[in-house]
């Protein structure tokens, strides 16, 4: 990673870090004309550097150019409620309501088998005060372990369901019978403690309290404190970064490269879109180093 604040890359985009750890706001992209080869390297350099990157000014987009944003990252996933666009997740939340401001630190996707790789988040009708978004750094987490903790969780697994986590009369799904739908959708899975990006090699811590259940192996107090112990990581300020909406804003982050953090303070209504990029499985320390010997020590 560069160390410099402030550094352009080959095809042209300007990034400039928001932290050390995590985080850079990019520029020198409109991203309602056709994206170049060039560019579309430039962001995936900086997104795979900084694990999140923003950009601003972005008010002329359409929904074909979110699209092609996301496609720069991969092959978006479609399954969005609007038939006409079933790449577009809407993020919506009320003003001084929690519903819908996933409050919580998380990664997306984390109980499905391939959770999604890439985010692209693009304010629609930002709050005109708070609601900000935080970023932890999941690479910076892992690495600030002590060094017999992470000799502990190499080869551990945890377990995650979506339907566990959500009460069979939650508002949001609607009805008991769209629960089980759900949950038949989703079966039970189980991720790496600690995952390796298959891009970069790097280490990143992937449990979190929001979609971590238990520890395979573990009974369930010890496992729980662990999970405890180490989501805590990412409420260290050293790891994080904030953003804060506007209208013509984006994010963009690698769920395999952070956590985030929905501040649920926002002062007015405010309607976001996301496109999600499909991902593969979660690559655990033993699967990285079964496929790439040679970067065994990596991250």
Request: hydrophobic residues 40%; negative net charge.
């Amino acid at each position: 990673m560069a160390q410099e604040r402030s550094y352009i890359l080959p095809g042209g985009l300007a990034v400039e870090r928001t932290q050390p750890a995590i985080g850079a706001v990019v520029s020198g992209i409109d991203c309602s004309q056709p994206l170049s080869e060039a560019l579309a390297a430039d962001l995936r350099t900086a997104l795979y550097a900084h694990g999140v990157i923003f950009l601003r000014g972005q008010g002329g987009m359409r929904f074909s150019d979110h699209l092609a944003l996301a496609e720069a990252f991969g092959t978006p996933v479609r399954d969005g409620p609007d038939p006409e666009r079933p790449e577009i997740t809407p993020v919506s939340a009320r003003a001084g309501s929690r519903e819908g401001t996933a409050s919580t630190w998380h990664s997306d996707g984390v109980y499905q088998p391939e959770p999604p790789a890439v985010s692209v988040l693009r304010a629609i009708r930002p709050c005109t005060f708070g609601g900000d978004t935080c970023y932890s750094s999941a690479v910076a987490a892992y690495a600030g372990l002590p060094d017999e903790l992470k000799e502990e969780i190499a080869d551990l697994r945890f377990t995650s369901s979506l339907a566990a986590r959500m009460p069979r009369n939650y508002g949001h799904f609607g009805s008991a019978e769209k629960w089980e739908e759900l949950n038949t959708r989703y079966p039970p899975v189980t991720q790496p403690v600690v995952t390796v990006h298959p891009v970069t090699g790097a280490r990143a811590l992937y449990t979190n309290v929001a979609w971590s259940l238990a520890i395979v192996g573990m009974d369930e107090a010890e496992g729980q404190a662990l999970i405890a112990r180490l989501s805590a990581e990412f409420t260290r300020p050293e790891y994080q970064t904030r953003w804060s909406w506007e209208e013509g804003a984006l994010a963009i982050w690698d769920n395999r490269l952070v956590q985030h953090y929905g501040v649920p303070d926002q002062q007015s209504d405010r309607y976001l879109e996301r496109i999600t990029v499909r991902g593969g499985p979660m690559l655990s320390i033993a699967d990285w180093e079964a496929r790439a010997p040679a970067a065994c020590d990596a991250g």
